[in-house]
């Protein structure tokens, strides 16, 4: 809770800014943001992201509420060993004392085991016997405020039993339920957690893979705000000095020139651009591990997409048949490979109307209907919307020149804009060895070298029909874990980062817009000031479009940092403050 009328009226200005109402700071309508951050697992624990989009919103429950004492069942509800009741807030004692009579006070931070009683029954009502009670004092608490937990059977009766009492303790203050997300706003209000924590606790309940719980693991150190905060207090103190030059010029006398200064605050402003952009191509990398990697199979018809997805998902996915144009529609499965998450889309064959041999097609002319169409119009979008792109092709027989290697022109250069792509030869066991190796060097030299982006990949030869040999005494029968290890490799390379890189897989989708507004104000800033180079070393006021120069440029860090300070939930907050702080220390402003 709040230690002091200051740090009160310092909050009440923060909010007023934000236009937060229940604090009696200012009038007219409000702008209350609230998302789940994971689920009904978020519920459980009492988080809530207090996040939207690039704009700083904090949900708040008028200011009394503050007062209140919260409770819940932090653990999922259900038959369980163990249920843990978490209690937070001002009256965490007495509801303490209302469960346990006539017993000592707890030792901070040490397990007890307690028989907890209904409050009013004098003993006669045992709610739960040897129940675990810890006790963790404000301020190093979850929330910053007193944290009471309770461990208790995880029965559903017994859970319920002891939720039903708790607010009848009798308590100077409310007692009430959590709402959702409280116990973190509270953590984020008492300045335990900033709001790049938050979005890390949001990313941790949410994981499902390993790549996305290391990501979310590293944002929670709270190194991403603390690199935020410095870039702020950098650009704050640049625009005290710049507005102190403004503002003072006439009864102060300043060592640097306002070139200079011009030219000291640049290129500060140059290396915290430099880091933003760093910090925004890292964010491209963690949203691969969030999202998940986009995979699609792309191919003529009948080359084995729909047998070569079915393998890799475990499952019949897609329908496996003879006849062409079998797939119609995006055929899309979600799965976890080696702690990647992946989606794979099964997509239409591409043909055209007419079988010849230019684009790698072979057989009698076909009509192609209306839904094929679609189909194939559907594959084209969703290729352009993938990360990774496998061109299957297949060797085939029963041809008049031989066998040949069947693909399709169009779909390897849709691939070729994709970033990641393989090349993938199907039913490898159709011909000899020797046969296969001739056709595939064909197939590199005839096709592959004529596609920009395809000279040096070398094609993956499998074999659909021998995966599914189950009695095959090989390792990998067919060959399709050599596609899967190409495909690790792929997303290593897509969402890797330097050791000394590895806490910017924190940074989030908003962080990332945040940043991009902020290099936008920054980028602002060095037209404004002619990249640092006014052309003048007259003192300040002696030049007016010098002056008006740095009166836009300063306006440009103003919103800049705001920016960075909407990251970590700072915003504006003591923004004037800071910079007359700022002021008065440098200068000495009134000596």
């Given at each position: 809770?709040?230690?002091?009328?200051?740090?009160?009226?310092?909050?009440?200005?923060?909010?007023?800014?934000?236009?937060i109402?229940?604090?009696?700071?200012?009038s007219?309508?409000?702008?209350?943001?609230?998302?789940s951050?994971?689920?009904s697992?978020a519920?459980?624990?009492?988080?809530?992201?207090?996040?939207?989009?690039?704009?700083?919103t904090?949900?708040?429950t008028?200011?009394?509420?503050r007062?209140?004492?919260?409770?819940a069942?932090?653990?999922?509800?259900?038959?369980?060993?163990?249920?843990?009741?978490?209690?937070?807030?001002?009256?965490?004692?007495?509801i303490?004392?209302?469960?346990?009579?006539?017993?000592?006070?707890?030792?901070?931070?040490?397990?007890?085991?307690?028989t907890?009683?209904?409050p009013?029954?004098?003993?006669?009502?045992?709610?739960d016997?040897?129940a675990?009670?810890?006790?963790?004092p404000n301020?190093?608490?979850?929330?910053?405020?007193?944290?009471?937990?309770?461990?208790?059977?995880?029965?559903?009766?017994?859970?319920?039993?002891?939720?039903?009492?708790?607010?009848r303790c009798?308590?100077?203050?409310?007692i009430?339920?959590?709402?959702?997300?409280?116990?973190?706003?509270?953590?984020f209000?008492?300045?335990?957690?900033?709001?790049?924590?938050?979005?890390?606790?949001?990313?941790?309940?949410?994981?499902?893979?390993?790549?996305?719980?290391?990501?979310?693991?590293?944002?929670s150190?709270?190194?991403?705000?603390?690199?935020?905060?410095?870039?702020?207090?950098?650009?704050?103190?640049?625009?005290?000095e710049?507005?102190?030059?403004?503002?003072?010029?006439?009864?102060?006398?300043?060592?640097?020139?306002?070139?200079?200064?011009l030219?000291?605050?640049?290129?500060?402003?140059?290396?915290?651009?430099?880091?933003?952009?760093?910090?925004?191509?890292?964010?491209?990398?963690?949203?691969?591990?969030?999202?998940?990697?986009?995979?699609?199979?792309l191919g003529?018809?009948?080359?084995?997409?729909s047998?070569f997805?079915?393998?890799?998902?475990?499952?019949?996915?897609?329908?496996?048949?003879?006849?062409?144009?079998?797939t119609?529609?995006?055929?899309?499965?979600?799965?976890?490979?080696?702690?990647?998450?992946?989606t794979?889309?099964?997509t239409a064959?591409?043909?055209t109307?007419v079988?010849?041999?230019?684009?790698?097609?072979?057989?009698?002319?076909?009509k192609?209907?209306?839904i094929?169409?679609?189909?194939?119009?559907?594959?084209r979008?969703k290729?352009?919307?993938?990360?990774?792109?496998?061109?299957?092709?297949?060797?085939?027989?029963?041809?008049?020149?031989?066998?040949?290697?069947?693909?399709?022109?169009?779909?390897l250069?849709?691939?070729a804009?994709?970033?990641?792509?393989?090349?993938?030869?199907?039913?490898?066991?159709?011909?000899?060895?020797?046969?296969?190796?001739?056709?595939?060097?064909?197939?590199?030299?005839?096709?592959?070298?004529?596609?920009?982006?395809?000279?040096?990949?070398?094609?993956?030869?499998?074999?659909?029909?021998?995966?599914q040999d189950?009695?095959?005494?090989?390792?990998d029968?067919?060959?399709?874990?050599?596609?899967v290890?190409?495909?690790v490799?792929?997303f290593?390379?897509m969402?890797?980062?330097?050791?000394?890189?590895?806490?910017?897989?924190?940074?989030?989708?908003?962080?990332?817009?945040l940043?991009?507004?902020?290099?936008?104000?920054?980028?602002?800033?060095?037209?404004?000031?002619?990249?640092?180079?006014?052309?003048?070393?007259?003192?300040?006021?002696?030049?007016?479009?010098?002056?008006?120069?740095?009166?836009?440029?300063?306006?440009h860090?103003?919103?800049?940092?705001?920016?960075?300070g909407?990251?970590?939930?700072?915003?504006?907050v003591?923004?004037?403050?800071?910079?007359?702080?700022?002021?008065?220390?440098?200068?000495c402003?009134g000596?």
């Open positions: 809770m709040y230690r002091g009328t200051k740090r009160c009226v310092d909050t009440c200005l923060r909010w007023s800014r934000y236009g109402l229940g604090i009696g700071i200012r007219g309508p409000s702008r209350l943001a609230r998302r951050i994971a689920s697992a519920s459980s624990f009492g988080y809530n992201n207090l996040i939207q989009d690039g704009s700083l904090r949900y708040q008028p200011i009394q509420q007062d209140d004492t919260i409770y069942l932090s653990t999922a509800g259900g038959k369980a060993g163990i249920a843990v009741i978490r209690i937070s807030g001002p009256s965490c004692k007495s303490y004392n209302g469960l346990c009579p006539s017993k000592p006070d707890l030792k901070p931070r040490y397990a007890t085991i307690r907890l009683y209904h009013g029954s004098n003993g006669s009502n045992i709610l016997a040897e675990l009670v810890l006790f963790f301020p190093k608490t979850v929330t910053g405020d007193d944290v009471l937990e309770l461990h208790v059977h995880g029965g559903s009766a017994t859970v319920k039993a002891v939720l039903s009492a708790i607010p009798v308590a100077g203050g409310s009430r339920y959590a709402e959702p997300g409280e116990f973190t706003k509270r953590a209000l008492n300045d335990r957690l900033d709001l790049a924590q938050v979005e890390a606790l949001s990313e941790t309940l949410s994981a499902e893979t390993e790549q996305q719980r290391r990501a979310a693991v590293r944002g150190s709270g190194s991403l705000g603390r690199s935020y905060e410095d870039w702020r207090q950098k650009l704050l103190q640049a625009r005290a710049m507005e102190a030059l403004i503002d003072f010029s006439e009864d102060q006398h300043f060592d640097e020139s306002p070139a200079s200064l030219r000291n605050v640049t290129q500060q402003v140059r290396e915290i651009l430099q880091s933003i952009r760093v910090h925004e191509e890292a964010s491209e990398r963690s949203e691969l591990l969030r999202n998940g990697i986009k995979i699609a199979l003529p018809p009948n080359v084995g997409k047998s997805m079915n393998y890799v998902v475990g499952r019949e996915a897609s329908i496996v048949s003879r006849e062409s144009g079998t119609r529609d995006i055929i899309e499965a979600n799965l976890d490979i080696r702690g990647y998450l992946c794979f889309a099964d064959g591409f043909r109307a079988g010849n041999g230019d684009n790698g097609s072979y057989g009698p002319e076909v192609i209907g209306a094929e169409e679609e189909g194939i119009r559907r594959a979008v290729a352009t919307q993938s990360d990774v792109i496998i061109v299957l092709t297949s060797v085939e027989t029963g041809i008049a020149n031989g066998p040949q290697i069947r693909y399709d022109l169009e779909t250069g849709i691939a804009d994709c970033k990641e792509r393989l090349v993938v030869v199907n039913k490898r066991d159709a011909v000899s060895g020797g046969e296969l190796d001739a056709l595939v060097g064909r197939f590199k030299r005839d096709v592959l070298s004529g596609v920009e982006g395809f000279e040096n990949v070398q094609p993956i030869l499998i074999s659909c029909k021998e995966a189950l009695g095959s005494d090989q390792k029968p067919g060959g399709l874990r050599v596609v290890e190409h495909l490799s792929s290593m390379d969402s890797s980062l330097p050791a000394t890189l590895q806490d910017l897989h924190g940074v989030t989708e908003r962080q990332r817009q940043l991009v507004n902020c290099r936008g104000h920054l980028e602002n800033y060095l037209e404004s000031v002619g990249h640092g180079e006014l052309g003048y070393e007259d003192p300040l006021g002696e030049t007016r479009e010098g002056e008006a120069d740095i009166t836009v440029a300063a306006e860090l103003r919103h800049a940092a705001n920016k960075l909407r990251i970590t939930g700072r915003g504006e003591g923004d004037v403050e800071e910079i007359l702080g700022v002021i008065f220390e440098k200068f402003v000596k």
